[in-house]
Each structure stands twice: as C-alpha cells, then as structure tokens.
C-alpha cells in the first residue's frame, strides 16, 4: 500500500502542476477562418459618423458617434500609459485656427479587470459618442479636420486604426479631403506587395484538431477524488459501508443495487454543490471570472488555504455542524432510496474534514478555467464518481473487500503531504493578488524560493527529521517515506534554478509562477522573451537571406493584448523558444507603432472597400503591408515564408502551445523541401 500511496503522491503533484494548462486550449484558425469570423471583407469593427451642433457664431460642439459590432469593443480615452492603445482625437491647426474648449468628452465606459494587462480597463459595446467643443479663432476658417486613433478588440484579436475626420461648419467652404490616390503613392503601395509563391497555403486549414479540456478537467477532478478517498475520514468507511449493504439486504442482488445506489448519489451530491455556480454565471457570464481575478476575493482564498493546511497538519479539524450530521443520519435508514441518499450524505458531512479542502482547491482552480461554471461541473464530476466507484464496485465483488489494506500511519504523513500542497497552492493566490495590485512583494524569484522552503521542510519531514504535534514516533525504517523526502529534495533543487536570471526558465511550472518579466531582475531588450528580431520586414529579408533560414513574420502590437499572452504563454515553452531562436528568423512588425515616417516615405493607400488611408507612421505602414499581401488586419497573425517568397504553411493566429509547435515544424519541413 506505501508504494501504492507514493505513486498517487507523485501523480497528484505532477497533475496539480498541470492544471493550469487547461486554461490553454484555444482552436487554431486557417486564414479563411480568420477572415470570416474577425473583418469580413474588412468591415471595420467600429463605424465612425459625425454631426455638430452650433452653439453661437464661433462656437460649436462636436460629436463622434460610433457604433461597434457585436462581440468588439472600443477602448476609452482614459487608459494607463503603456498598456492597451486608448481612444486619441487629434485636431490639426489648434491654435492657429480653432481652439479647444476643454477635454473631449465620452460617455460612462465599462470597466472590467483585463487579465493579461493585470488591471481595470475601460472601454466601449454596441455603441457610443464623443463631444468636443471648438472656437473658429477667425472668419476664414469653417473646416475642422483631424484623426481619432483607436484600438478594437473581441476575444480574441485586436485592431489598431486611424480614422480621418472632416466638419463643414460653414456654407461655401468645400471638402479638403482627396479621394484620389496619386501616382507616387500608388506606387508606394505596389512596392509593399510581396511577389508571393505558393499563395494556396493561405486558404489552407494547417491543423485540425478536437480538444480535451474537459477530459483533462475530468481527470484532475478523479485525482482529486482518489486522493480524497485515501484519507482517514474515508477510506476506513469502504469495507464497513459495503459489508453493512450487503449483510443488511435480503440478497446479494438487493445489496449490489443498494451500493450502486449509495454511489449514485455520492455522485449526485457532489454535482448539486455546482448548480449554484451556473445559475450565477447565468446571471452575469463574466462573474466566475471576475472572481477568480479579484483582488480580494484571491486574498481571502490565500487565506482559506493556509487554514485547510494546518487542518492537514493536524492542529485542529474542519467540520460542518454538528446538526446538520443529526438531521442527514436520522434519515439514513435503508429501507428506500431516499434512506440511502442520506447516508450518502451523512458520508459527505462526516468526511467534510478530509474532503473539504480537497473539495476547496478543485473547485478554486475549476474557476480559473475560462469556461467557468460548465468546466467545474466536469471536474466536480470526476471528484464524485472517484469517491463512489469503490463503494459500488465492490459491492458486486465483495471478496475482493478483505483484500483492501489497512488503515495506519500512511494517512496521517498522506496529510501531511497535502496539508504541504495546500500551503503552495495558497501562495499562488497570494501572487495573483499581488500581480494584480503591483505591489511588488511576490516577485518572480521571491515566489520560488518560497516553493523551495516548502519543499524543503517536506523533505525534512518525511526524512524523519521533524514531527508535527500529532504524529506518532515510527522506530521502523521506512524507505518509502525516504524515497518521496528525496524526490522533494531534488524538486527544491530543480526550483532553485528560477532563483538566478540565467537559469529562470521552471517550464514545468508555466502559469503557476509569476511570469518572467514580473522578476526582481532587470530586463534588457525590446524583443519578446529576449529573441532576437528586426522591426523592419526588409532588414530581417535580407538576413535570412544571408543565414539561408526561414522567416517568421509576427503581426503584432505594442497594445495587442492576445499578442502578450501568445507570447508569454506559447512562446515560452521550451520547445517553441529553442525553434524561434534557433530555426527562423523572426519579424516583429507592430502595426500600432506611432513612430513618424520620413515625410518622402509617406504616402495614401486605398482599401479594398475604396477608403483612403493615409500612411505616416511605421504602425501605418506595416498595417497596410500586412492588408495588402495577406487580406487580413488583426492581430496576432502570424506568418512563415523562406527568403524567396515561398509561403510556407497556412496564417496561424490565437492559438495553444502544443499547435503553435506543430505549426512552426510544419513551416520547417515544407522550407526543408524547397
């Protein structure tokens, strides 16, 4: 059974680690795909009209109204510096010709916590309007002309825009704006456009793949069943529940019904503690996750957890009231269904001690899942049905019963394991809270060190070397004990790496850890992750090139939130890192980069849809490099070509680590083949 009982400790460990992978589960899109559910035939995500209202001879008041498309949204004037690209107006010959009276005003914008940016962001659904008020400086001015800049995003996929605006405020004074595309600029937008090889890899679905997140969900809720049911409240109850059924029933027919009954509904209870969180994200669907990123709510969790360690170490126990175990026992005669059921749920109260804080955790990182209340149900399903099997399997082969080892000292270390567990779960809430609030007190390397000290003193226990209050003094050398302190050990050893800016990696431990940026060292470069790249699209071309390796263009932006995670989250990981480094040459081209172009570098383009655009920052140039040979403006969006122009494998954008490898290797071996 101690072997038995290592392995579990093993693989819950492992299983909790990745747990936070499930987040990570989104479908790769074909560029077809992209094209029809992000801007079909580039409708504008937001649609901008003007009106004005005059309010004396040299005053009046202008108005923006726009209106966004179901499932976009428009971010408000009002943004933190650096993060995600706020609604800008910019009125041109202020002070010369017009001038402002005060700020352009906006409407009361949504406010919601945004988990990439780690903050409350506000922006703009359906439809909203902006109000400026002008004063015409002289007579000879009636137009007021200008741009808005915006960034649109859905769930997925952001834009970043420019928006010429024009009022006619007077009569006789004619538009100023050219709807007519000159000779250089034309020209100019021809030698953006790539002579592109292969071009049917465009349209083509590169990967198609059915996912798991709800079998991975199911499988660490069954874990978590398991372990529960290696615990003192339970796994004594196994062989008396099912010798009671079976000695209590008129034959063993009747008593394998009663058992599978008495499952049934352990099942049963555990699935009706879920029902409430459904109804709530019936009520608001954003709540679970608003929950789950709330400062407050992750401080209290980091205190509920550290209660329920130290009811594993065995300082005191959690228990429900005791009227509650009254009334459901009272009930649980066995002479009907209804009398079986409450002895299911006499089972869930008396166990509350053991199962709580099992039951607590699984139910706390279910939440973290996007999905919310639907991926809680799975894994609260898998809890119970872990904790029934027994009770109903083995009432169909009740010899099996004398087989099942006994209780001993194996359940007291067992919670100690996880009293440990809890403790390390508990800080991760701590560090959201922190992350959220930059406090700056969980860095990155603080974090880890924290890990290593639990792992440390676990170690130490189970080596013997110390005792909680509770425990009873072995005289028997027990090498299985030793075994996991050793495994501990060394897994301190391996956290110890995330302590020192050479070795900060811990890829086992993505998405537990505070991400890498969030660290008590400096960072140095303006690349992701510290790759190697070039802004500019022809700088890159010509080193690939030189290099003879493929190219990896990254549509990207300084304020595109998907771009972040993509990075943070799928880049990150070992693999994919080792292949950007090493196999391609990467191109980071941000489409919001504000930066001027040399006045003879600027120039019009025009849309598909006939609308001018005007060309006069870098953004500008690669948003329209970016329409003009790959038919798309959102991003991320990413792109693998060789040096000749071959286009290598289909457009990828939002998707999971393990995809974006595939992605990545298919682009190899298709430029392997040229």
Not at 99 to 106: I, K, R, Y
Not at 645 to 659: D, K, R
Request: aromatic share 16%.
């Amino acid at each position: 059974m101690k072997n038995l009982f290592s392995f579990i400790c093993l693989l819950s460990f492992s299983l909790l680690l990745a747990q936070d992978s499930a987040k990570w589960v989104a479908p790769i899109k074909s560029f077809s795909e992209i094209e029809n559910d992000t801007i079909p035939s580039f409708e504008e995500p937001v649609k901008w009209t003007t009106s004005f209202e005059k309010l004396s001879d040299i005053e009046y008041e202008l108005k923006f109204m726009a209106k966004i498309i179901p499932g976009w949204y428009l971010y408000s004037q009002n943004l933190p510096e650096g993060d995600a690209l706020p609604t800008e107006f910019n009125f041109e010959e202020v002070n010369s010709k017009i001038q402002l009276l005060g700020l352009t005003l906006e409407e009361e914008p949504i406010v919601e916590y945004d988990q990439v940016f780690k903050m409350d962001l506000s922006f703009f659904k359906n439809e909203t309007y902006f109000t400026q008020k002008v004063k015409l400086i002289d007579d000879e001015t009636g137009i007021v002309s200008g741009q808005i800049f915006y960034q649109a995003c859905d769930e997925k996929l952001c834009v970043f825009r420019k928006e010429n605006f024009e009022f006619i405020l007077k009569d006789g004074f004619a538009s100023s704006v050219n709807l007519i595309i000159d000779d250089a600029s034309e020209a100019k937008s021809k030698k953006l456009i790539l002579d592109l090889k292969d071009k049917y890899r465009l349209n083509q679905n590169s990967i198609s793949k059915e996912y798991g997140s709800f079998i991975n969900l199911f499988l660490l809720g069954f874990l978590a069943g398991i372990i529960a049911l290696l615990t003192p409240c339970i796994f004594p109850m196994i062989p008396i529940t099912v010798s009671y059924f079976m000695n209590q029933s008129s034959s063993k027919r009747q008593g394998a019904f009663r058992s599978f009954m008495y499952g049934f509904f352990i099942v049963l209870i555990y699935l009706l503690l879920s029902l409430p969180f459904h109804f709530f994200e019936f009520v608001d669907p954003q709540i679970l996750n608003t929950l789950s990123t709330n400062v407050i709510v992750n401080i209290i969790f980091f205190g509920v957890f550290i209660f329920f360690a130290f009811s594993f170490f065995g300082f005191y126990e959690i228990t429900l009231p005791v009227s509650w175990l009254n009334n459901s026992d009272s009930s649980s005669e066995i002479t009907n269904l209804t009398g079986i059921f409450f002895m299911a749920l006499t089972l869930a109260i008396v166990s509350f001690s053991c199962t709580g804080p099992i039951l607590g955790s699984l139910l706390v990182g279910s939440l973290t899942v996007d999905s919310g209340a639907t991926d809680l149900t799975v894994a609260i399903f898998g809890f119970g049905l872990a904790l029934a099997l027994p009770f109903s399997f083995l009432s169909f082969f009740p010899s099996v019963v004398k087989n099942i080892p006994k209780s001993g000292g194996w359940m007291t270390k067992f919670k100690i394991i996880l009293g440990f567990l809890e403790l390390a779960l508990a800080l991760k809430f701590l560090s959201n809270a922190d992350l959220v609030s930059n406090w700056g007190i969980l860095k990155r390397e603080i974090f880890v060190g924290i890990w290593v000290l639990i792992s440390i003193f676990l170690a130490a226990n189970l080596f013997g070397l110390y005792r909680f209050p509770y425990e009873t003094k072995n005289n028997k050398k027990d090498y299985s004990y030793k075994v996991l302190g050793t495994l501990f050990f060394f897994f301190a050893i391996y956290l110890s790496q995330g302590l020192f800016k050479s070795t900060n990696k811990l890829s086992l431990l993505s998405g537990f850890t505070p991400p890498t940026f969030y660290s008590v060292y400096e960072t140095e470069g303006e690349c992701p992750l510290g790759l190697n790249c070039y802004k500019d699209f022809y700088s890159g071309l010509r080193y690939a090139e030189k290099l003879n390796k493929p190219i990896l263009i990254d549509f990207t932006g300084w304020a595109c939130v998907n771009c972040r995670r993509m990075e943070e989250n799928v880049w990150s990981k070992p693999t994919v890192y080792n292949i950007l480094n090493e196999e391609y040459v990467l191109i980071s081209l941000y489409v919001d980069d504000r930066q001027k172009l040399r006045d003879d570098q600027m120039f019009k383009f025009k849309y598909f849809n006939g609308k001018i655009f005007s060309v006069e920052t870098i953004g500008d140039k690669w948003s329209a490099f970016q329409i003009l040979n790959f038919k798309t403006a959102s991003q991320p969006f990413y792109v693998t070509i060789s040096s000749d122009m071959t286009v290598l494998n289909s457009p990828i954008q939002y998707s999971n680590a393990n995809e974006f490898e595939i992605w990545l290797k298919e682009g190899l071996t298709n430029y392997s083949s040229l």
